[in-house]
Structures are given as C-alpha cells and as structure tokens.
C-alpha cells in the first residue's frame, strides 16, 4: 500500500507503511472498559444455567435492567446489585433451602478468585462445623472427666459403668 505526503507542496509518494498506533479492526471501537460486575454477572448467571429475564422476574427488576448493568460503562447502583444478588440467592433455595447466600463480592471478582474465595468459604464453613462438634463432645465429657478426677484425687472408687443385662422371657 503506497502512502501520499504533502512536503513542502510536493506531494510524494512512498510505498513505506507508517503505522499509525491503530490496527484497522481496532478503529472504529470504544476503547476497553474494565466492568468486573458484568464479567461477574455473566458468570453467576452461566453457573446457575439462568436466563436474564429468570434472574429479572426472581429479583424483581426489569430485563433491560440486567442488560444496562452488563453493557453501562459506569457501575450500577448498589442496590441494583444487591436484588441482582437476591434473585440469585432465591434461585439457589429454590433447589435447596439451606443454600448460602449470594454475597455482593461476587460481582467484582474474577471466575479464579470467585474460585478462591467460595474453596476458602467452604473450607472455613468446614472447620467451624468441625470446632462445633468439638464444643459439644467437651460439655458432654467435661462432668465425666471432672468426676473421674476428683474420685482418683479423694480415693474413692468410681462408678462402674452400667452393662446392659439380657432380658430373659
């Protein structure tokens, strides 16, 4: 491709190409925009095998709402994610009533740390289950053990632990 320049009102011609910064499938585009929610959004919806207008009637919006959260430039409101997040939360007790709650962060992380966050949730949910049961087995044991204890301590025999006798007919 050949090039024309005016140089001193000459017009020359070159057959060098002068890159301009823009590539051609790139000219007539916006430039990027980072939108975490709409990223966040999709993946939410694409998890759950949901449909725009199934979130939008679930949490209450329009669909054309759904929509100007994932193509707006600027951030949505607040309170627009949180019934987004709400829809989602319905949509997951349909199926099981005890299912967690959507919690705003998933809207502005990647599908890596969403990843991360929900192993990490889980794995702390786990352990609390885990110190619960630990919490009950030791006020279950706690009088057992301090009665075995203050009996060694004072001499006195302990109880014997009751055996179950056959029932003769």
């Given at each position: ?150 009996d060694a301590v004072l001499g006195t025999p302990a109880p014997a632990t ?8």
């Open positions: 491709m050949s090039s024309t320049l005016l140089f001193r009102r000459h017009l020359l011609r070159s057959s060098v190409i002068i890159p301009t910064g823009l590539a051609p499938d790139r000219q007539c585009r916006l430039p990027f925009v980072d939108r975490p929610w709409a990223t966040g959004l999709h993946r939410l919806l694409a998890d759950r095998r949901m449909k725009k207008q199934d979130l939008a009637d679930l949490a209450g919006v329009r669909a054309g709402t759904i929509s100007a959260v994932v193509n707006s430039p600027r951030p949505p409101e607040i309170p627009t994610l949180q019934r987004l997040a709400e829809g989602f939360t319905k949509y997951d007790r349909q199926g099981n009533p005890r299912a967690p709650e959507v919690p705003l962060w998933h809207f502005f992380v990647t599908d890596e740390q969403a990843a991360l966050l929900t192993a990490s949730a889980t794995k702390h949910q786990e352990l609390v289950k885990q110190e619960q049961l630990v919490d009950r087995v030791m006020e279950r044991l706690a009088p057992i053990v301090a009665n075995v204890i203050q009751p055996t179950k006798r056959k029932q003769s007919a």
